[in-house]
Every structure is written in structure tokens, then in C-alpha cells.
């Protein structure tokens, strides 16, 4: 054996009690379970022995987490370390989320993403766009890093938005039917090339544009593909559960596993209305339906400002924006949709600029404003907050992004209980100030909501980031500790887990966190980054 793991604490991902074992690594997969009962007739005979043992006395040892909702599409080829999520037990990531990702593209829709989500990625000046297609993205993150690999593994969705780009540019129209043909192929290549499904950004344009006749028709061909669908969907504040009961609907109609994206219920229309969407969903799980849904565990959303604006006022794309904000007849349309009327981009709530935070911007020249509320920074200003927030739009190139505290921790406690539910940070990790998710949301599950509020048993919340999400994503040999599966281990101590980011310094690595190991190598060790790369792009399996 290559590596044994001594007198661990054993939390399967099955979410049944747990158990003390001997877990033997051999080429990247686990290849004896050693427990140190009777149960399974081999408690008393001779424990296993490697080149390498570790000590876990004290420890956890569960599979890895698997990070539903992850935005580091460019990150993974930025950042060989990529700490952030290493750091908290990721060893797999599910990227090209909310519609809007960098493949399929062509050079003219290429440039047109890379603007249009800045706030998400950055700019893109220090990355070699050298693919065009899913499967070259796939290819390329193969062979980052002089060839190595990346740092954690990583599956992709393809984003609506992007093909309806690539398809129709930026129009809000209907397809015609040779667009939609197009874009069925684009989705069609990019399922063969080994996306595991499809994502939608139906808050953010260019996908917003869509109508559900369009969506089903491209779903039909992620579930002639055994993918699934991961919309972000229409409203989460206003007409939430509407939306929600749209894409049930709409997945139903075509046949397709859904995965609900962030499934959050927001503002103050949603307050307390959590087991409205449960209800809804397990009537739906009752008449057959496939359906997950992730979550993370804070109250706070996290976007970018120019995504607050309405639809129409987004139609053109970026340059098209920005010529409507220089314009004052146009800018003053644009406030009183969003203060008054209720924007689709705000989620057809009125904005509230009191809960608006900057979190991050492009322009280093203007990070006085990061920290601030939009309403803060106007009252120091002496102006109103939609000035405030036009001028910000304008001189940072619509490259800010910003918390939105709107959410509700009773709705945040009930959703994560669920049976269908996975865990997803949705972390962007540009900014001078991201939201803390980023770097805590798995420790914050099993520190916070596990040990200190007991939301849920320890045992159920590693099934909730391990084996539920592997099985949403097909996959054979991941999310649980069994003989035969690959070694993407964590292993944390129960007593000190937590997250160490905060609002106040979202940057901070976790406790409590000493061991990762993804194809049996360590990425983390004794709590430092190794200069492992043993990450993978994980393509879908037929």
C-alpha cells in the first residue's frame, strides 16, 4: 500500500453513524477498510500496512466535499495553489454556473463573456484563451501549470447565456429556428465533449432573454445526454415560488433532471416562506420528479452591481449598457424601474441601497468604496443613492460586484435540511472584500450548523457535501468511503472545525482542516498547501 491511514473517525458520506477504521490508499483509490469492530469479520484480523502511515487519532475521515456552486472557472488556471477551496476539504468543484461561462465560445462571443462577467473572474488579461470548444476548456485545464493538472478536480456545465451569445448575440427576441438549432448543437457538442449539464442565468442577460419554450427544447438534449439542468431561475425575491414551480415545470415538460442553484428564498417578501418551497418541491419529488437543489450557508448574496439593473436596460450587451447610463433620460428610466417599479435583476423587488454592499471592484482607484453600502457611501457623498451607484457603474466599466443582505436564517436553517439538498459556496473570488463563502462555506456547515446549532447530525451533513452531490453528477467512484473509490479524502477535526472567514476578513483559511488528499495525494498537509496538483477535469459519464 502506498498510505494507511490509522484510527480514524469514519463518516462514510451514507450519512449512517460512523466508525473507527484503517483506511488503506494504493494508487490513488482506497483499497482496504479496516474497522476496528466486528461488524463486517475483519475488526480482528491483521490491520494493513503502507510505506506511509498517518495518524488520525482525534480526527474525522470523510469523502471530499464537492462544491456544487463554484465560479473559479478561471481561478483553476490562475491559481496553481487555489487554497480557497482547497483549504476546506474541496476536492471537486462544478463550474460554468448562472449561464454565463467562457466555453463554447467564438472570438467575438469570447470577448463579449469575458466583459460581461469581470466581476466574477476578472478580466481574463492574465489567461491564454488558447480553447474555443468544451471539450478544449476540459483539455486545458489538463494541462495547466506546465502540464501538472490543477488543484482540485473540476466539472463543467455549459451556460445557456454564453450559447444564446454565441447563437443570437445579445437580443431580446425569440429564436428563430435556425438559431435554435444552433444552439441544441452547441449544447449537443459540448455534452459529447463531457459537460455534466447545463446552467442558466434567467436574472442575467443574455439567457434572461429566453422563454421556457426555448429552455425545454435545450434541456431535451442535456437529458438525451444524461445531464442535468441548473438554473438560476427567475425571481428569488418577488414571485420566487413562481419561479421556482416554472422550472419543476419546465424539466418535467422535457424530461430532465433539475438541480436547483442556490435554492435560497430572499427579501422580505420571502421571510418565513421556506416551507412553502419545500412543499412544493416534495410534491414533486412524490410525482416522480428528479430533483436537487444547493445552498450555502450564510444569509448575505453575492453578484455583481450592474446585474441589479432591469433586463431591457442590459439589451446589447456591455457598451449598449453604459451608452444608457451616460444618458440621463435613459439613466432616469433605469432608477425608477429599480426603486419604484422593481427590476427583474433585483428579482422584482424595489431596491433597498441600504442593503446593497460593495464588495469589490475593478478599478483599484476606486476601493473606498468597497465596505460600504451603496446608501453609506451616497449620505457621505451628500447625493442620492441611485448617483452614487450610476457613477460607480460607469467608472468601474461595470466591473463591481456586491453583497446583497436580503437574506433570512430561518429560510437558510429549513432549506438545508432537506433530503435533496447539496451544499454549493457560489464563491466569487475576485474583489477586495468577496463574500466569506468563498473561502468558508464547508467548514461553516460542519462547525456552525453541524456542532453548534445541531441542524443537522455531523453524519448527515457530509452526506449533504459528498454522496448526494456525487450521485447528482453521476459519478461511480466518488463521494463515499468504500473499498474501490478514489482517494479524494478529508480529514477535520470535529472539536475545532470552523471557518475562518469572516465579512471582516473573508480571506481567512479555516481550522480544524489538517488533511486533504484527492487520487491519494496530499493537496493539504498538516494544514499547508502541498505543491501537489493532483486536480482533474471530470467529464460526464456516458
Not at 462571443?109 to 466581476?119: C, D, E, F, P
Not at 478529508?490 to 475562518?500: E, K, N, R
Amino acid at each position: 500500500m502506498d498510505l494507511v491511514i490509522r484510527d480514524a473517525r469514519v463518516i462514510d458520506g451514507t450519512g449512517r453513524a460512523s466508525y473507527r477504521a484503517d483506511i488503506a490508499v494504493h494508487e490513488g483509490r482506497i483499497t482496504e477498510i479496516h474497522r476496528q469492530d466486528n461488524d463486517n469479520g475483519n475488526g480482528g484480523g491483521p490491520r494493513p500496512s503502507a510505506a506511509k502511515t498517518l495518524d488520525a487519532e482525534g480526527l474525522v475521515l470523510a469523502p471530499g466535499f464537492i462544491d456544487m456552486h463554484a465560479h473559479s472557472d478561471l481561478a483553476l488556471l490562475r491559481d496553481p495553489a487555489h487554497t480557497a477551496k482547497a483549504a476546506q476539504g474541496v476536492t471537486l468543484e462544478v463550474i460554468g454556473q448562472d449561464g454565463l461561462s467562457y466555453a463554447p465560445v467564438d472570438d467575438r462571443t469570447l470577448a463579449q463573456v469575458r466583459r460581461a462577467i469581470t466581476g466574477w473572474n476578472g478580466d481574463g488579461d492574465d489567461i491564454d484563451f488558447d480553447w474555443r470548444t468544451v471539450g478544449e476548456y476540459l483539455d486545458r485545464l489538463d494541462r495547466s501549470h506546465g502540464g501538472h493538472g490543477i488543484a482540485v478536480n473540476a466539472a463543467y456545465l455549459i451556460p445557456q447565456g454564453t450559447v444564446r451569445m454565441y447563437a443570437m448575440g445579445w437580443d431580446d427576441r425569440p429564436a428563430t429556428p435556425a438559431e435554435l438549432d444552433r444552439m441544441r448543437q452547441l449544447v449537443a457538442d459540448g455534452m459529447r465533449e463531457g459537460a455534466v449539464g447545463m446552467s442558466s442565468g434567467l436574472t442575467y442577460t443574455p439567457g434572461v432573454y429566453a422563454d421556457d419554450s426555448e429552455l425545454t427544447q435545450l434541456c431535451r438534449v442535456v437529458a438525451a445526454h444524461k445531464g442535468y439542468y441548473c438554473p438560476h431561475h427567475r425571481s428569488y425575491g418577488a414571485g420566487a415560488l413562481q419561479a421556482y414551480e416554472e422550472m419543476v415545470e419546465l424539466t418535467r415538460s422535457a424530461n430532465c433532471p433539475l438541480h436547483l442553484a442556490h435554492a435560497t428564498m430572499n427579501f422580505g417578501v420571502n421571510k418565513g416562506k421556506a416551507p412553502d418551497l419545500l412543499a412544493l418541491l416534495d410534491d414533486a419529488l412524490a410525482r416522480g420528479a428528479d430533483i436537487t437543489l444547493d445552498t450555502y450557508p450564510y444569509t448575505p448574496g453575492c453578484t455583481t452591481l450592474v446585474a441589479m439593473l432591469p433586463s431591457w436596460a442590459s439589451e446589447g450587451g456591455p457598451e449598449a449598457i453604459l451608452a444608457r447610463l451616460r444618458d440621463d433620460a435613459s439613466a432616469e428610466k433605469i432608477r425608477h424601474h429599480m426603486e419604484v417599479i422593481g427590476a427583474d435583476g433585483c428579482h422584482g423587488v424595489p431596491i433597498e441601497w441600504d442593503t446593497i454592499e460593495v464588495s469589490g471592484v475593478s478599478d483599484p482607484g476606486l476601493a473606498s468604496c468597497v465596505g460600504k453600502t451603496i446608501a453609506r457611501s451616497a449620505a457621505q457623498r451628500g447625493e442620492e443613492p441611485w448617483v452614487t451607484a450610476r457613477r460607480l457603474l460607469i467608472d468601474d466599466n461595470l466591473g463591481s460586484t456586491i453583497l446583497q443582505h436580503v437574506g433570512h436564517e430561518e429560510n437558510v436553517r429549513a432549506i438545508m435540511r432537506h433530503r435533496v439538498h447539496t451544499g454549493g459556496s457560489d464563491g466569487i473570488l475576485q474583489g477586495f472584500k468577496p463574500h466569506p463563502r468563498a473561502y468558508g462555506t464547508f467548514p461553516q456547515y460542519l462547525g456552525r450548523y453541524a456542532r453548534e446549532l445541531g441542524v443537522m447530525s455531523l453524519e448527515e451533513t457530509v452526506a449533504h457535501l459528498t454522496s448526494r452531490p456525487a450521485a447528482r453528477l453521476r459519478l461511480p467512484d466518488r463521494g463515499l468511503v468504500r473499498e474501490g473509490y478514489r482517494a479524494d479524502l478529508v480529514l477535520f477535526d470535529p472539536q475545532t472545525v470552523a471557518a475562518g472567514s469572516t465579512f471582516e476578513a473573508p480571506r481567512t483559511l479555516p481550522t480544524g482542516i489538517p488533511h486533504v488528499l484527492i487520487d491519494g495525494r496530499f493537496v493539504m498537509r498538516d494544514g499547508r498547501r502541498t505543491d501537489v496538483l493532483a486536480g482533474r477535469a471530470i467529464r460526464r459519464t456516458p
